[in-house]
């Protein structure tokens, strides 16, 4: 009985985890972080045509956006591969795929971004490597329970650390500019 509280314990702190993350994932590429950067502007432009201007930023390509983009969809593949084992692999990749559509609707509807169908498709590519990234985890482990408290430990850290420095973003104590 105490194995089945301390396993009902994980996967609640596990979902606590998952709902920072997809509230931050929203904040900062929905909201920008609340922060009006220099080279935002109110624009909606859509691109449906894949890898058109695969991350071109001033006639160069934008290594800084593509890592980010990695950086960000990581966690939604570990945190699906943790949480949605029953699921069957169509249904995570949907999840993946809806997640980033609504969050490219909405940076068109509200002109905070551009609707970008090669975001979708990157950003979906970008969960497979995270459930990937879940399921070597969980073979290293042997054991998916020990897996798990590896990741909501690096997921602690990383949470802590991520609003620490989105605070100091928010604060302007970091050495990105923004208006």
């Avoid at 956006?65 to 969809?73: C, D």
């Amino acid at each position: 009985m105490d194995k089945m509280k301390e396993n009902v314990k994980k996967d609640k702190f596990t979902y606590v985890l998952f709902a920072v993350y997809l509230i931050a994932l929203f904040w900062i590429l929905l909201f920008k972080l609340s922060v009006h950067f220099s080279y935002m502007g109110n624009t909606r432009n859509v691109n449906l045509i894949p890898f058109n201007e695969l991350f071109i930023q001033n006639g160069k390509i934008d290594w800084s956006e593509m890592i980010m983009n990695v950086l960000i969809f990581i966690p939604l593949g570990i945190y699906a591969g943790i949480l949605f084992k029953r699921w069957i692999i169509g249904r995570i990749l949907s999840l993946f795929f809806l997640i980033s559509l609504i969050i490219e609707v909405f940076q068109f509807i509200f002109a905070l971004g551009a609707f970008d169908i090669t975001d979708i498709i990157n950003n979906t590519l970008v969960g497979i490597i995270g459930l990937m990234t879940y399921l070597g985890i969980e073979k290293a482990f042997k054991n998916s329970v020990k897996a798990q408290k590896f990741i909501n430990v690096v997921a602690t850290i990383g949470t802590v650390l991520m609003i620490v420095l989105l605070s100091l973003l928010k604060m302007g104590k970091l050495w990105i500019r923004y208006q």
